[in-house]
């Protein structure tokens, strides 16, 4: 199968790419920084290159050129969107779409994309049951509202066109690089393996952690 992951050198994309690569997948990355591709663990067998998701003309003419089965979007902004809302707007919702409208034009199978647990809210909106996902949205941040929108749009491109789109909810990622987005837990870790007094900012915030690894099985 040829797959095209867009968002190809963050976190997760490296080892996703890996997995497929592995289970013997045709893949291309896309990404703004392709260079990164070979620090990231990029396999050298998938070629990544180089585009702006948030233009709509990069993804358009990277998804024609690879002419993908599926599409993977893995671009998105975490954390930093408080300090910068436009920027991280055009990624989670423009680039979003993009990868959506790209992928009806050129009659791609399927696209999967990086939704998130953000868009439930706190559990104390759902006592202690189990959440899932047929439960109202009740995320406030702004992260949280740009993938409540990414889900109202993937809904309509089903609604309207048909497409076969599937969204994950990912937890708090966490791995062994983890430098950008929600680092507190990672800090949390690494200050108790190291013997430092550990800081809880609030004791009322819940993080549900899952390793890189397995959250990168569950894109593949």
């Given at each position: 199968m040829s797959i095209l992951v867009v968002g190809a050198t963050g976190f997760i994309g490296p080892r996703l790419i890996r997995k497929l690569v592995a289970r013997g997948e045709s893949v291309v990355g896309m990404d703004l920084n392709p260079g990164a591709a070979t620090f990231a663990g990029v396999p050298v067998g998938a070629p990544v290159v180089r585009g702006d998701v948030t233009q709509f003309e990069d993804v358009m003419r990277t998804v024609l050129d690879v002419k993908p089965e599926r599409l993977i979007n893995l671009a998105y902004g975490l954390g930093a969107g408080e300090g910068n809302p436009h920027q991280v707007m055009r990624l989670d919702i423009l680039g979003m779409d993009n990868c959506f409208e790209a992928a009806r034009l050129a009659g791609v199978k399927r696209?999967?994309?990086?939704?998130?647990?953000?868009?439930?809210?706190?559990?104390?909106?759902?006592?202690?049951?189990?959440?899932?996902?047929?439960?109202?949205?009740?995320?406030?941040?702004?992260?949280?509202?740009?993938?409540?929108?990414?889900?109202?749009?993937?809904?309509?491109?089903?609604?309207?066109?048909?497409?076969?789109?599937?969204?994950?909810?990912?937890?708090?990622?966490?791995?062994?690089?983890?430098?950008?987005?929600?680092?507190?837990?990672?800090?949390?870790?690494?200050?108790?393996?190291?013997?430092?007094?550990?800081?809880?900012?609030?004791?009322?915030?819940?993080?549900?952690?899952?390793?890189?690894?397995?959250?990168?099985?569950?894109?593949?």
């Open positions: 696209v999967v994309y990086a939704s998130s647990i953000a868009v439930s809210g706190q559990q104390s909106h759902f006592g202690d049951r189990l959440v899932n996902e047929d439960d109202p949205v009740h995320g406030t941040s702004q992260y949280a509202m740009h993938k409540i929108f990414n889900e109202f749009q993937a809904r309509k491109y089903i609604k309207n066109y048909g497409m076969s789109i599937v969204g994950v909810r990912p937890a708090n990622v966490t791995g062994p690089d983890k430098v950008r987005g929600s680092v507190d837990h990672v800090q949390i870790m690494v200050d108790a393996a190291r013997g430092r007094p550990v800081h809880l900012p609030n004791k009322a915030m819940m993080r549900l952690l899952i390793h890189v690894e397995d959250i990168a099985e569950v894109f593949a």
